[in-house]
């Protein structure tokens, strides 16, 4: 089945430590994305990506990284210089319009301890 | 400034009750509207798509409704199940430059009681 995976579901990271979100994508889609979600906020953009070997800045990029070697996988780090990364990020896909929707993983919940 | 508001913020019902989330945008240029619903802890899944030109969309027992105008969208749920407890949310999508740009609502947490 074709689907867009998110792992871990689930990460801990220490004060001071860059830490890598996976996304793997499946759907042939060329543009990927990656969101955070705050309790009581619409997601919001951090990253996008439509073509491999480019991406685009999103509304809250300051602390984030991302890469696109391949059209599969988009990978977040989110570097210490995040202040408050403890959130919910979602990775999403779609063809480049958006014409026929988008597609979420099912998340990462990371918690700084 | 683009927002996407949504009420209620919260909802509980008994499980075959109906119930309306609402949605309210000021978002130009408007390209299209979707419902998403989210279980806690999961990634959004889409409910209906509406474009400037569609009133209603139904997807089983959802129906959405558009009134391009008011700027006002509702998603309708019949004969709820405790399956439809989640988190609904608005997205409205505006041309953004070179991609479209989605613009999140804080979303309605339904909760359905036996």
């Known amino acids: 089945d074709g689907g867009i995976t998110q792992s871990p579901k689930y990460l801990f990271r220490k004060e001071g430590q860059n830490v890598t979100l996976s996304c793997e994508q499946n759907?042939?889609?060329?543009?990927m994305y990656w969101y955070r979600q705050d309790p009581g906020q619409g997601l919001r953009l951090i990253y996008y990506?439509?073509?491999?070997?480019?991406?685009q800045k999103g509304d809250i990029a300051e602390g984030y990284s991302v890469s696109r070697e391949k059209k599969e996988s988009f990978p977040l780090t989110v570097t210490s210089a995040q202040k408050n990364p403890t959130a919910f990020y979602l990775c999403?896909?779609?063809?480049?319009?958006?014409?026929?929707?988008?597609?979420f993983g099912s998340g990462t919940r990371l918690t700084v301890v | 400034k683009n927002q996407v508001e949504q009420s209620p913020q919260s909802l509980i019902i008994l499980e075959g009750k109906n119930c309306t989330l609402q949605?309210?945008?000021?978002?130009?240029?408007?390209?299209?509207l979707r419902w998403y619903k989210q279980d806690t802890g999961r990634g959004p899944v889409s409910l209906t798509i509406?474009?400037?030109?569609?009133n209603t969309k139904s997807n089983g027992r959802y129906t959405a409704t558009l009134d391009a105008d008011t700027k006002q969208s509702s998603l309708h749920i019949t004969a709820s199940q405790l399956s439809d407890s989640a988190s609904y949310i608005c997205?409205?999508?505006?041309?953004?430059?070179?991609?479209?740009?989605?613009?999140f609502g804080t979303g309605t947490l339904l909760a359905v009681q036996p």
């Open positions: 997205v409205v999508i505006t041309y953004g430059g070179a991609t479209n740009k989605l613009i």
């Open positions: 949605c309210n945008y000021t978002v130009s240029p408007f390209s299209n």
């Open positions: 999403a896909s779609s063809i480049v319009s958006g014409k026929h929707g988008y597609t």
């Open positions: 990506s439509q073509i491999v070997n480019d991406f």
């Open positions: 759907l042939n889609h060329d543009a």
């Open positions: 509406m474009t400037f030109s569609e």
